[in-house]
């Protein structure tokens, strides 16, 4: 069966490219950990931008967005192997926030 991800055009994407490998997808905690890594990376850039560890000489030079699309990548490879559709998930997560955070924060 397809992943339900007919309405996402980066699910559709990812899920293209995975097909054409024999492997497919990795097994779900092999893409919990490279997420879990991932956002590491993400966290390194930060430091990098932000923080006191700075980049180191000769360092390869990872930019933020290119860290934040690998997570959006595996992100992703998890969703449409559970046939998630992300789309809808991120609409449903929305409305939640519509509603009970509408009042959380103070308004501009
Ligand atoms: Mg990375």
């Not at 559709?12 to 490998?21: A, G, N, R």
């Not at 092999?30 to 990098?48: C, P």
């Amino acid at each position: 069966m397809e992943p339900h991800i007919e309405s996402n055009e980066m699910q559709k994407k990812v899920h293209e490219w995975i097909s054409q490998f024999k492997e497919g997808y990795w097994e779900p905690h092999v893409m919990v950990s490279t997420l879990t890594e991932e956002v590491g990376e993400v966290a390194r850039a930060i430091n990098h931008i932000h923080g006191p560890k700075k980049q180191k000489e000769g360092e390869n030079e990872v930019t933020l967005s290119d860290e934040l699309a690998d997570v959006l990548f595996v992100l992703i490879c998890i969703a449409n192997e559970h046939k998630i559709s992300l789309s809808d998930a991120f609409e449903k997560n929305m409305r939640k926030k519509y509603g009970r955070d509408n009042d959380r924060f103070e308004k501009k």
